[in-house]
């Protein structure tokens, strides 16, 4: 079930999930063709919400702090990122960008829109 939340793409609910942390994270961020995972008062996940939406993106965002098992989830970040900063997270095509500082990196040097385009989240 998708939930339309603001103007960010879809909030979806995680509490049918499997047991997993590691497994539940890769498999939510297969599922579409942008996945950011976030925090709803941190002010880097809105940045990269509002740089994907400004493209014309519309990702699917998972807001950890209103997900029970969200801590949990944060954790499994950090051990995939390898450093302490989990949010946010970005997967594209179901693969690991990694956070903010990736992201504005690839939106820098021109490789975002190929990446975005591959995954079909683009059509431009």
């Known amino acids: 079930m998708h ?8 909030y979806m609910p995680t509490s049918s ?7 539940r994270v890769v498999k939510l961020a297969s599922e579409s063709a942008v996945v950011i995972f976030s925090l709803s008062s941190c002010c880097m996940c809105h ?8 493209m014309g ?4 965002v998972y807001e950890l702090d209103q997900d029970l098992r969200g801590k949990e989830m944060e954790r499994a970040l950090m051990r995939l990122l390898g450093n302490s ?8 095509g179901g693969k690991l960008i990694g956070s903010m500082d990736r992201v504005m990196a690839s939106h820098i040097n021109g490789t975002l829109v190929p990446l975005l385009k591959e995954a079909g989240a683009l059509w431009l």
Do not use: H
């Not at 999930?17 to 497994?23: K, L, N």
């Not at 993106?57 to 699917?60: G, I, L, R, S, Y």
């Open 57 to 60: 993106v519309n990702p699917t």
């Open 85 to 92: 900063q989990a949010v946010p997270v970005v997967f594209i």
């Open 3 to 10: 939930y339309q939340g603001e103007s960010w793409g879809y």
């Open 17 to 23: 999930m499997p047991s997993d942390t590691m497994e």
């Open 47 to 54: 940045a990269v919400k509002r740089l994907f939406c400004g």
